[in-house]
Each structure stands twice: as structure tokens, then as C-alpha cells.
């Protein structure tokens, strides 16, 4: 889908919201000087939903989603593509990655009730986390999740009692830890043997899992699981370790004769947070995935496993927005300008978590040049509280509509209640039209759980 507008002739400094259409959802325009998305001005729909707010493309989720489900499909008709919930939750998206035929997967039990909220199909839920409690294990089982993703010794053994309990046979994979660290654009070996996460291969321990999974009653051993990092650009990362995975399927294959029928590559892939980032296509991490895997089996006299990966934010951040309405702006001459808006780290985290990078725009003058350098700040008592640092935006005033793009992923499903603040809602836009999928809190729903 080609959603690059060309440059707006005007403003040949290339600092306009025209310039961040490869970063803003696909159906996102410029219209009279104005930030539209999903046929909608978003200045008129703050003014109707209130600010802050979140707000994301219906059709651009569709088209990952789907882009994903065809690319792996086309290449390996028994692949999986399997969304990770955590990157952003809720009934509405859970109903649309059924709809485009793609698995889930969960990381609590929490997770796991809005799948069932949803009418997800259970068989279809990959379940993981490094200390999933007995409740939650339970609830697995009970619910009849596809696959858990089995992560040390104790839980093994847990999930097998439980089982055995239950009178069920739990279908389970093995998270492994290649030792493959993966960054934004290059990986290290080791670092990553060095994890809460997974069995480490070079002990021997991932092996020692392998063979109590398959002694275990009430356990069904049908693959290995591996999740390097996420943000990742570099798609050798994802050869290394697959290299490394089909190098243990060989393994246990000559030491157990067990077969591994799914090889589960995780997510990672990196998405455009600015204008630089040029993060490799579905298409591209498709083919060095599914290439990868055929490869190294045929080399080794393997039988191909089921493939499967499990990606989140590349389905989900660049689809979204937040918007904002500027309360205050405090210029501290020489040093620098403060845009406080109506939210910060309660609804984005990430930039005080971890130092990430976004766009502002002014979206009631979208067609202007970013000239000035800003630091957008939130309302909350943490002088962390920032959500871009130092970037360019158009001169602010007081009352204007500030987007910050690419929040799709990882800001709803990490917000919080600090500072007793209301979350935004979600509102869900296309062909002209807007609905809430997720609603603003009130302080009705703050009070709820306070029974004192
Ligand atoms: C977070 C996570 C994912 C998704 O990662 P993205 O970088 O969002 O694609 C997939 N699998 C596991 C196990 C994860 O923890």
C-alpha cells in the first residue's frame, strides 16, 4: 500500500507532517492545513472524543495483520503467524486477528480472559511468561489453550501435575535462549544466555528440557520456541539464531528421536519510530525466516517444522496516535522549550523506560514546518516525565492539537493510574468514520477496586 503522500511544494524543507507519512497510519493526510486520519480530522475528533486520547487506523491494522498472514502463508502454507497481545490488547483487535486468520498469544492470565472475552479461538492461543502461576496454568488448561510455551524445570512439572490432573494432555513447546542478543542493528553472541527467559543451550539445559518434557505425562512436546529482542532491524539476527535452533532440532532429534514439529521464531521485528528508521519489510523478514529454516533443515536431513513467529509491535505501532490538547508552554531561555500536554507517562512510558524516539506534530497546523525544537512534556509529578525529548515541531500554543505518532504498540497496554490520572480511551477510525473499542476511564473506575 503506498501511503507516501509527495511533499507538500510550500514547505521544501521537508519538516511538514508530510514528511512523517511513512511513520503515520496509511490512511493519514493532510488536508487544509490539517492532520486527517482514517477520512477524519483528528482536530475535530479530539474536540469530540476529548483529549488525551488514542487513536488507530481500523484498515492499517487489517493490512498487517493480513500482509503477515499472506507473506508467510505464500512462502510456508503451514506457517503460523501469531499476534502478540501484549503490544497492544484489547476485545475489538483480538476479534480482528480471527478475522485475518492469525493465532495469539498471551502473557498472563489477564491476557488470556480477554481472548476468551473476545470468542478467540482457544486452540489457536500460545501461552507464555517466565512464571506463569498454578492459577494461571490452571486457567490454561481449563480454557484449552493450543500450546503453553513451558519455560523452567518447576514449571514442567507443574503443568504436568496439573494436567494430570485435569485428565488432559497439554500440547507444549520449550522456550529456548539461542544466546543471540539482538539490537536495533546488529546482534552480539552470548548475551542473552545471561535471561530470566528460556533454557539456555550451552549447559545443556534446554536439552535436560526436552527429555523431562518428553517423560513427563500430560505433556505434549511439539517444538522449541526462541524470542531474541524486539526493535530489531537486522535481520541476521534472526539467521544466527535460527541456525542455532536447527542446530538443537538436530540435536535432540540424534539424542531423543523425538520429532520437533513447530520451530516458534518469536517477534522483534523493528518498526519506523522516526523519519530515519528504515526497518525491513514483512515481506523480507518473511522469506529470511522461512528461507532460513528450509535451509538449515535440508542441509541436516531435517523434515521442516511448522513455522511460526509472533509479532506485535510491527503489527500494531504505526497503525496508532495519541492525541493531545497543550495546557502550558514554559520557555527557559538558553536552555529549552517545555510543551506540556494533557497525559505523559501514564499513557506513554516508553520514552522514560527506555530513552524511545517520537514524532510530534501540531495536527491543526500539520501543513507548517516543524521549526522549532521542543521538549514535550506530561502532567505528572516526575521530572521523567517526557514524552519526546528535544524534537522538532511547529511553533505550540496553548490549546492546539498535539499528535504524537507510531504509539500503536506498547503505550495503551503499559499505561497506568499514576498520579490517580484517567487512561485515554481507544478510538478505532476508518472511511470517515470513529468508534470507542476501549473507553476513557472516570474516576468512578479509579475508585472501583478501593474497597477501604
Ligand atoms: C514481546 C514478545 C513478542 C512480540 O515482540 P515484538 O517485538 O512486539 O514483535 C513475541 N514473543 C514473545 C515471547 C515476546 O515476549
New binding site residues.
Given amino acids: 500500500m503506498n501511503h507516501i503522500i509527495p511533499k507538500d511544494p510550500a514547505t521544501p524543507d521537508n519538516k511538514t507532517a508530510y514528511d512523517l507519512m511513512t511513520i503515520l497510519p496509511h490512511s493519514a493526510e493532510v488536508k487544509e492545513g490539517r492532520l486527517w486520519i482514517g477520512g477524519l480530522d483528528m482536530v475535530e475528533l479530539a474536540r469530540e472524543t476529548g483529549t488525551a486520547v488514542y487513536v488507530m487506523d481500523e484498515d492499517h491494522l487489517r493490512a498487517q495483520l493480513r500482509d503477515y498472514h499472506d507473506w508467510f502463508a505464500r512462502l510456508d502454507p503451514s506457517s503460523e503467524v501469531?499476534y502478540?497481545g501484549?503490544?497492544f490488547c484489547s476485545k475489538a483487535m483480538l476479534r480482528l486477528v480471527a478475522e485475518e486468520q492469525c493465532c495469539l498469544?498471551v502473557?498472563s492470565g489477564g491476557e488470556l480472559a480477554f481472548a476468551q472475552a473476545a470468542g478467540f479461538p482457544l486452540s489457536n492461543v500460545y501461552v507464555?511468561g517466565n512464571n506463569k502461576t498454578v492459577d494461571e496454568l490452571r486457567e490454561c488448561l481449563a480454557a484449552g489453550v493450543g500450546h503453553v510455551?513451558v519455560d523452567s524445570f518447576e514449571e514442567l512439572e507443574r503443568l504436568s501435575r496439573l494436567a494430570v490432573e485435569a485428565q488432559a494432555t497439554q500440547p507444549i513447546l520449550i522456550?529456548v535462549t539461542p544466546g543471540i542478543e539482538a539490537d536495533t542493528h546488529d546482534f552480539i553472541k552470548t548475551g542473552a544466555e545471561d535471561s530470566k527467559?528460556g533454557f539456555g543451550l550451552n549447559q545443556g539445559l534446554a536439552l535436560e528440557a526436552v527429555k523431562r518434557a518428553l517423560s513427563l505425562p500430560g505433556l505434549d512436546f511439539e517444538g522449541v520456541?526462541m524470542?531474541i529482542?524486539?526493535?530489531?532491524f537486522a535481520l541476521h539476527s534472526f539467521k544466527a539464531a535460527i541456525d542455532v535452533m536447527v542446530d538443537f532440532i538436530e540435536q535432540i532429534h540424534h539424542e531423543t528421536g523425538a520429532a520437533v514439529r513447530i520451530l516458534d521464531t518469536?517477534?522483534?521485528?523493528?518498526v519506523a519510530y522516526g523519519v530515519a528508521d528504515e526497518p525491513s519489510t514483512i515481506e523480507e523478514y518473511a522469506e529470511v525466516i522461512t528461507g532460513g529454516i528450509r535451509t538449515d533443515c535440508e542441509a541436516r536431513g531435517l523434515a521442516v517444522p511448522r513455522i511460526a513467529v509472533?509479532?506485535?509491535?510491527?503489527?500494531v505501532a504505526n497503525a496508532g496516535v495519541t492525541l493531545y490538547t497543550v495546557g502550558t508552554i514554559k520557555e527557559i531561555p538558553g536552555i529549552r522549550t517545555y510543551v506540556s500536554v494533557d497525559g505523559g507517562m501514564t499513557d506513554n512510558i516508553r520514552t522514560s523506560l527506555y530513552g524511545a524516539h517520537y514524532e510530534p506534530v501540531i495536527a491543526n497546523r500539520a501543513d507548517q514546518p516543524r521549526s522549532v525544537t521542543v521538549t514535550v512534556a506530561g502532567k505528572h509529578c516526575e521530572s521523567g516525565d517526557i514524552v519526546v525529548s528535544d524534537g522538532p515541531l511547529q511553533p505550540a500554543e496553548v490549546g492546539d492539537i498535539l499528535c504524537v505518532c507510531a504509539t500503536g504498540?506498547?503505550c495503551q497496554s503499559m499505561s497506568s493510574n499514576y498520579n490517580k490520572q484517567v487512561r485515554p480511551g481507544v478510538v478505532w477510525v476508518s472511511g470517515g468514520h470513529w468508534r470507542w473499542v476501549v473507553r476513557r476511564e472516570t474516576y468512578d473506575d479509579l475508585l472501583r477496586c478501593d474497597v477501604g
Fill in positions: 501469531i502478540a501484549k503490544a498469544d502473557s507464555h510455551v522456550r527467559f520456541h524470542h529482542g524486539s526493535q530489531i518469536g517477534g522483534g521485528l523493528g509472533e509479532p506485535g509491535r510491527s503489527i504498540a506498547y
